[in-house]
Every structure is written in C-alpha cells, then in structure tokens.
RNA sequence: CGGAAUGUUGCCUAGUGGCUAAGGCGCCUGCUUUGGGAGCAGGAAAUCGGAGGUUCGAGUCCUCUCAUUCCGACCA
C-alpha cells in the first residue's frame, strides 16, 4: 500500500480523552477513530493487524478441531428466556424490539445461540465431540467504557464452544484451549498468564482467565513466587493467620468518639487492627426462582485487618447482585453505620468470615453512635447464619500451598476459558441420545478471546516514546519502505518503486511512504507507526551502493547492497519470527 | 448509579463580564526545500456542547441538560 492512499492520517497530538499509552497511539497513528464511549472505528491500519490476530485465531482454532460458523448478533429473547439470563442481567444486555413488537437482545455473548443450534443439530452421542468457534461482535452496554479499547462496549470477539457426551471429553477440550491460547498469545507477542478465576455471569464449574499483567488493568492477580500459585483476586485463596485464642472476657461497652473506620479505633484504644471485627453492610439480590427475587440484608463480619471479597461474599450466599447497603436500610435493622456490629440488629442475614468466628474478645461496634464494645465473642454474643470464608487475599498474606508471602498486580483479562459443564444445556433442554437411547444433557465449555483488547495489549507490551513496535505477525505492514526524494534524479524513487514491487513479487506485506513530506515527518511517521522492518531509500544510503534497513524497536541499523537486499528482507523476516517462534511451548496445566 | 474534572475550528491550547474570539499544529494555493516533525506568501475552517436565565453587554456569571474522561460501583 501507498501512504499517500491511505485512509486517515496521523496526529502530532492525541486528543485529551485518550490517556492509556496504547489509545493515545492507535489514534495518533490513524489506527481507530472513536465515535462515542466505548465505540470505535477500525480504520485500515487496525482492521489489517485485526485481520492478521485473526488469521492467527483461525489457524489455532483448526488446530484444536474448531470449524468455524457465524451466529447472528441479534437474537430472539426466547432463549435468553429459558437461560434465565433474561432476568439476571441488568441493563448491560441491550433489549429491543422488533417490527412484530417481539423482544430481542443484542448478543453479549453466544452460549445461548449455540445451544440453541447444537439441539437441532446434534442428536446422537456419535456427532460429538465437536468444537465450533465464530468471531463476531459482541454488545454489552458497560457503564464504563475506558482505555481505548481495553474496554468497549461493542467489540469483535473469538468465541468458541466446546460440545461433548462426557466430563472427560470437556477436560480434554478445555485443556487443549489452554494450550492454543497461549499458542495465540505468543504468537502475537503478548506475555500472559493464566489465572483462576470466577465464573460470574457465565455460570459453570471451573474457569481460568488469560491475563496480560499492567497497572493499567482493572483485575488484581494474587500470584505466589515460590511455588507459582496464582489467582484472579476475585477468589484468590490465602492461608490465614492462626487466630488468637484466648479465655472469653465480659462484654463492656466503651465510649470511642469519631471513630468511625477500623484505623480510628486502633488508633483510639491503641491495639491491632486484628483485633477489631469489620461489620460491612450489603444487600444481596437473590434469584429464588425463574421470575422472582428477592433482596437480603446481609451483614458481612471479617476481622479488622482483612478486607470483605464481595465475589466470595455473593458465593457464599448464591447472590446474583450484591450493592452496599444505603444508610437508611442499615438503620432499618438497628445498625449504625460506622458503629456496626451484629449484636442487637434484626432482620440481617448475619455472615462472618471464619478467621474472625475463631477469633476471641474482639473489639465490635455496640450499634450505637460512639461506642464500641469490648470482648465480643462469636456464638457468645451473636450467632452467625453462615461461617464461611470472605475474606480478600492481599500481598503480603502466605500463600495458602507454601506459606511465602503472596504478591500482587494489576492486569486485563485479554482471554477466558469456562467449564460451562450442563449450565446451559439443562436450562435449554439440549439433549442427545446415548449408546442406551437415553437423553443427556450436552456438556459444555465456551472459550472466548476479545480481538481488539488483544490488540491494544500487544501495544501496550511493545512500543517506546515515539510509537508502536508491532510484533512481525501482526503489524499492518512488515516492511516500511520509506522514500526520500532526490532532487538531483529519479533513482531513489526508482529504487523505492523497484522494491516495494519486489517485495509484491515476494508476498511481503510493503508499505510504502512516497507522500511529498519532509525526511522528518516520515520517520516520525513510521516511528508512530510501528512497522518492524524500515528500509530507507535515500542519497545518502545510495551514494554507498544500498538501502538502510532498520528494525524498529533496535538502536542499529545497516546499509544493504541493492541487489542483496531482498535476500536480506527475507533472513531479518524470518529472525523477526523466530524470535517470536521462541516463545513458544507446551505449557503445564494449571487448575 | 455515586464522586470529580473537562467541553472554544480536524487536533492541542489562550482568552480578567466590554472592540471583529487569539495562537500553534494540521488542511488548501503558490514558490522554495528534502536523512529526524523545513521556510516564505496567501487562504479556508468556530452559531465557544445545547437550552434557559442574570446583565446595557456573556466564551467568561447562574440554573438545567447533553457529551467525554478519570476514580468508585460494575465488568464473559
């Protein structure tokens, strides 16, 4: 391609919207053009690294057995209906209706589409295993689009879905994902990890998340290491402190003025924050049936010096919501915020975490403005409904397999994985028949990788103060031919012209810059840009028999002999792979 | 949905209630220039996000509203 044919030009400046590094330069570069929150516009530049992340996908995916179907991005509600998925999420799934005034939803995701097609279709055990895989666009109304396209609200995602008769067949499935998706992210450069973690809206048993580590990320990863042990924070596990046992004291009430928070009490009576118990007020909506809900006043205990994990919490108590609870509702049960404890309150679902069941003579809130209690005790003084694990893990905890102190960082989740098992099946009747002509509910897995999260990931991994350093498999271009015009003659654009025809002969993706702009403006270009391989056609390169070849992201760079110079191309190319190729492995499979 | 910030030309910014809203980048025309965002000359491009209000007078003050961004809630 010419780069006086492009569409879209380049920015000197990114708009003031744009922070995150990987928005501010896809823009700048003339990759994307943003239309309103969290919607873009692929111009060329991005629609042809999407076009090469996929042909990545693509070419995984049949190594893995996937074929490859498109579902529709507007589906009947119906099947949302039998799912139940129609009453449990919230206006994130966008409904519509159409002309005959019957409700639609814009497809967050596909799980219902598929199962829908796999009971027509599949009817016996013999048309499984099967795996079939689509890259489509995804709608969620997210009520916070940010970071370019970290997080957008309509955005192209692989989408593949796993069909077996057995638990053993899912496994093997699943485990062969967790192979192509580090395949897949190695092969477009990114460095991730794959990490446990919650199966939210999806439902289903196990599910592990690909994460791509930056303090940009909206996730935290709990990680060990010493022995490698490593979880979404969501329902990252912890060995917790022995609690400290001790003969039970008399409850006494204390005056403890403006001491609203754990730290003021501490501080105030002069003790550990461990010895504190932390009241968090929630309410859970619980889905009692297809049609119904109900909200429940929950009251979370976890000791002083421990955070409540709300995703442990709304396990716990199989919560489809969970909010904090307004101030009023808190009075309601005869609690006070800030002064909180169990003791004396009605009406709430009373959850304490088990470290501080165990703990003895804490110091509670007495549920009354001002005052704390003294040796409060459970199951002396309240009796919980539940003794269950809530708390969150932190860096600095122990590792709960080897005690070493536990880590943490920020990342984006650039992939999933789900043991999706009957989830769906069952709730949609798709059925098939066994060796003895018994129906069985298919089991099922759902595997999905966001394109351009991908894409602005792999930016975010490679790029330097001036622009983008794209991996070799996926730059919109491999070679930037870059001209620069001699008054004197015509042989640097013959020379140019002459290559980029050679590298069409070649099969070499070329892009070449012949626009009427100064030496400066193209190199800043291509910097911005990011093409791995540059190639400089010029006086000075011609006065010494050649063309400068640069790659972009090295200090050095070498003046190539003309008639070598395709040869050479094709050896830096192939460096370029091979070094991408070396990260490459089997990986061991982690639950 | 809570908290905060910002809306002035395609982009970045200036603009104390007072003259015809200013500059840089980019864009168009011409000349000149060609190894790291060139120079000269000329030009187009803004109903100052929108509505209402205060005022002799509003980009500037007030109210409402919309949009975008950031923090939180949320997030396969």
């Keep these: 391609m010419?780069?006086?044919?492009?569409?879209?030009?380049?920015?000197?400046?990114?708009?003031?919207?744009?922070?995150?590094?990987?928005?501010?330069?896809?823009?700048?570069?003339?990759?994307?053009?943003?239309?309103?929150?969290?919607?873009?516009?692929y111009l060329p530049l991005a629609r042809r690294v999407m076009n090469k992340i996929e042909n990545i996908l693509h070419d995984e995916m049949a190594d893995i057995g996937g074929q490859e179907i498109t579902m529709p991005v507007v589906l009947p509600a119906e099947m949302w209906k039998e799912s139940g998925r129609w009453y449990q999420i919230g206006s994130e799934l966008t409904r519509l209706k159409d002309r005959?005034?019957?409700?639609m939803v814009l497809a967050?995701?596909?799980?219902?589409?598929?199962?829908?097609?796999?009971?027509?279709?599949?009817?016996?055990?013999?048309?499984?295993?099967?795996?079939?895989?689509?890259?489509?666009?995804?709608?969620?109304?997210?009520?916070?689009?940010?970071?370019?396209?970290?997080?957008?609200?309509?955005?192209?995602?692989?989408?593949?879905?796993?069909?077996?008769?057995?638990?053993?067949?899912?496994?093997?499935?699943?485990?062969?994902?967790?192979?192509?998706?580090?395949?897949?992210?190695?092969?477009?450069?990114l460095d991730v990890l794959a990490v446990k973690s919650d199966t939210g809206m999806m439902?289903?048993?196990?599910?592990?998340?690909?994460?791509?580590?930056?303090?940009?990320?909206?996730?935290?990863?709990?990680?060990?290491?010493?022995?490698?042990?490593?979880?979404?924070?969501?329902?990252?596990?912890?060995?917790?402190?022995?609690?400290?046992?001790?003969?039970?004291?008399?409850?006494?009430?204390?005056?403890?003025?403006?001491?609203?928070?754990?730290?003021?009490?501490?501080?105030?009576?002069?003790?550990p924050e461990s010895k504190t118990a932390k009241a968090v007020f929630m309410v859970a909506t619980i889905q009692e049936d297809k049609e119904t809900e109900v909200e429940k006043f929950?009251?979370?205990?976890?000791?002083?010096?421990?955070?409540?994990?709300?995703?442990?919490?709304?396990?716990?108590?199989?919560?489809?919501?969970?909010?904090?609870?307004?101030e009023e509702e808190i009075k309601a049960?005869?609690?006070?915020?800030?002064?909180?404890?169990?003791?004396g309150v009605k009406g709430a679902f009373i959850v304490i975490d088990d470290l501080a069941a165990e703990s003895t003579n804490l110091v509670a809130g007495a549920n009354e403005a001002g005052y704390h209690l003294l040796n409060v005790n459970c199951g002396r003084d309240f009796t919980p409904d539940l003794i269950v694990d809530i708390?969150?893990?932190?860096?600095?905890?122990?590792?709960?397999?080897?005690?070493?102190?536990?880590?943490?960082?920020k990342a984006v989740e650039v992939g999933n994985i789900f043991k999706l098992g009957t989830r769906y099946s069952e709730a949609m009747n798709c059925m098939y028949q066994d060796e003895n002509g018994k129906l069985n509910p298919i089991i099922m897995g759902s595997y999905g990788i966001g394109v351009g999260r991908?894409?602005?990931?792999?930016?975010?991994?490679?790029?330097?103060?001036?622009?983008?350093?794209?991996?070799?498999?996926?730059?919109?271009?491999?070679?930037?031919?870059?001209?620069?015009?001699?008054?004197?003659?015509?042989?640097?654009?013959?020379?140019?012209?002459?290559?980029?025809?050679?590298?069409?002969?070649?099969?070499?993706?070329?892009?070449?810059d012949d626009r009427k702009e100064s030496p400066g403006v193209k190199f800043n270009d291509a910097d911005l840009v990011g093409i791995p391989i540059r190639l400089t056609v010029g006086r000075r390169a011609l006065d010494q028999g050649g063309v400068e070849l640069k790659v972009r992201g090295r200090a050095e760079s070498e003046i190539v002999p003309i008639d070598i110079i395709m040869r050479r191309l094709k050896e830096i190319i192939e460096e370029l792979k091979a070094e991408l190729a070396e990260k490459l492995e089997i990986v061991e499979y982690k639950e």
Aim: with cysteine.
């Design 108 to 189: 967050m995701t596909h799980e219902e589409a598929l199962c829908d097609l796999a009971r027509k279709y599949i009817r016996s055990y013999k048309e499984m295993p099967r795996l079939v895989y689509h890259i489509q666009t995804k709608w969620r109304d997210d009520p916070r689009p940010r970071a370019g396209l970290i997080r957008v609200r309509e955005f192209k995602m692989k989408d593949s879905y796993s069909l077996d008769t057995d638990w053993e067949g899912l496994d093997k499935q699943y485990r062969a994902h967790y192979q192509s998706y580090f395949n897949i992210f190695n092969r477009c450069g």
């Design 333 to 343: 049960i005869g609690a006070v915020p800030g002064y909180g404890s169990p003791i």
């Design 298 to 326: 929950i009251l979370a205990i976890v000791r002083g010096d421990m955070d409540l994990n709300e995703t442990k919490l709304a396990n716990a108590v199989k919560a489809k919501e969970l909010r904090p609870a307004q």
């Design 100 to 103: 005959k005034d019957r409700d």
């Design 2 to 41: 010419r780069f006086s044919q492009i569409f879209g030009h380049t920015l000197k400046e990114a708009p003031s919207d744009a922070q995150a590094v990987s928005h501010q330069f896809l823009i700048r570069g003339g990759y994307i053009h943003q239309v309103a929150a969290g919607l873009f516009s």
């Design 203 to 271: 439902g289903g048993k196990i599910a592990h998340e690909f994460m791509y580590l930056t303090p940009i990320g909206e996730d935290t990863i709990i990680y060990c290491d010493d022995c490698g042990y490593n979880s979404n924070r969501q329902v990252a596990d912890f060995k917790k402190p022995r609690a400290v046992k001790e003969d039970l004291l008399e409850t006494e009430k204390i005056e403890t003025p403006d001491c609203k928070t754990i730290d003021d009490l501490a501080d105030f009576l002069d003790i």
């Design 391 to 409: 708390a969150a893990a932190q860096s600095g905890h122990d590792c709960i397999n080897c005690g070493s102190e536990l880590q943490s960082e």
């Design 454 to 512: 991908l894409l602005s990931c792999v930016v975010e991994q490679h790029h330097d103060d001036y622009g983008i350093i794209w991996p070799i498999s996926i730059a919109p271009f491999q070679v930037h031919i870059i001209l620069l015009h001699d008054k004197k003659g015509t042989e640097a654009s013959e020379t140019a012209e002459k290559l980029y025809a050679d590298c069409k002969t070649a099969g070499i993706d070329a892009l070449i």
